[in-house]
């Protein structure tokens, strides 16, 4: 059975193509963090959406409950505002995997029957 050898000169071939795609791996691996992140917002947008739309509907806080609701990563991103008087939109900023890019904002939509 023959043995095949590499052709002299193409050691470190294999190297310098690494080196040659690794930032276009790395904002690949970037792009799907940050992808995460935008998923995970509208998740948590959602979910502080509820939490102030309860709190509104018997009375509370609905900033609080909309802060309490979010990681803590997220409740200095939130802004709640009160609708037709029983709907409350949450604006969650998304956060960016590079600092100082500004992906703008998600916002969720929720509305329970006042229990006062």
Known sequence: MPVIRPSPGSGGQAAVEFVALLPLILV??????????????????????????RAHAVGGAELAAA??????????????????????TVRVTIPAVVPGLHLGALTAHASFASQR
């Open 67 to 88: 802060r309490a609701a979010l990681p803590a990563s997220l409740d200095h991103r939130v802004s709640v505002r009160s609708g037709d008087g029983k709907s409350i």
């Open 28 to 53: 690949g691996l970037a792009g799907c963090w940050q992808a995460v992140l935008a998923a995970h917002t509208a998740w948590s947008a959602s979910a502080a959406a509820r939490a102030a739309a």
